[in-house]
């Protein structure tokens, strides 16, 4: 039983990564020329920074999950409750950290 549940734990997580890493460039990309006119950063730093931040909403969002499965909560509604915590935190350090 405990062998399937790291099983499954694998999965989640590996899934999180694969979501993030999949939409960071396509993000990064309309971000930069639609919401942010104005920047006195290259494209690079912004990606640079942009991708920190990704990494620290990943972190928060792990463990958020994580928090949540091991107090018993189903991994999908965990992973939802996630996004919607993490969100917020992500958007408000790229509007004032990524795009400066």
Not at 12 to 27: P, Y
Not at 66 to 81: F, S
Not at 83 to 97: D, E, G, K, Q, T
Request: hydrophobic share 55%; glycine share 12%; with cysteine.
């Amino acid at each position: 039983m405990a062998e399937a549940r790291h099983a499954v734990a694998r999965r989640w997580r590996g899934g999180a990564g694969g979501a993030l890493w999949g939409a960071w460039a396509g993000n990064c990309v309309y971000t930069r020329c639609w919401s942010v006119q104005r920047h006195g950063l290259s494209a690079l730093q912004q990606g640079v920074r942009y991708r920190a931040v990704g990494l620290v909403a990943l972190g928060m969002n792990l463990i958020v999950i994580e928090l949540l499965v091991r107090a018993g909560m189903p991994a999908v509604p965990a992973q939802a409750v996630a996004i919607a915590a993490v969100m917020p935190v992500n958007f408000l350090l790229n509007r004032r950290w990524s795009f400066r």
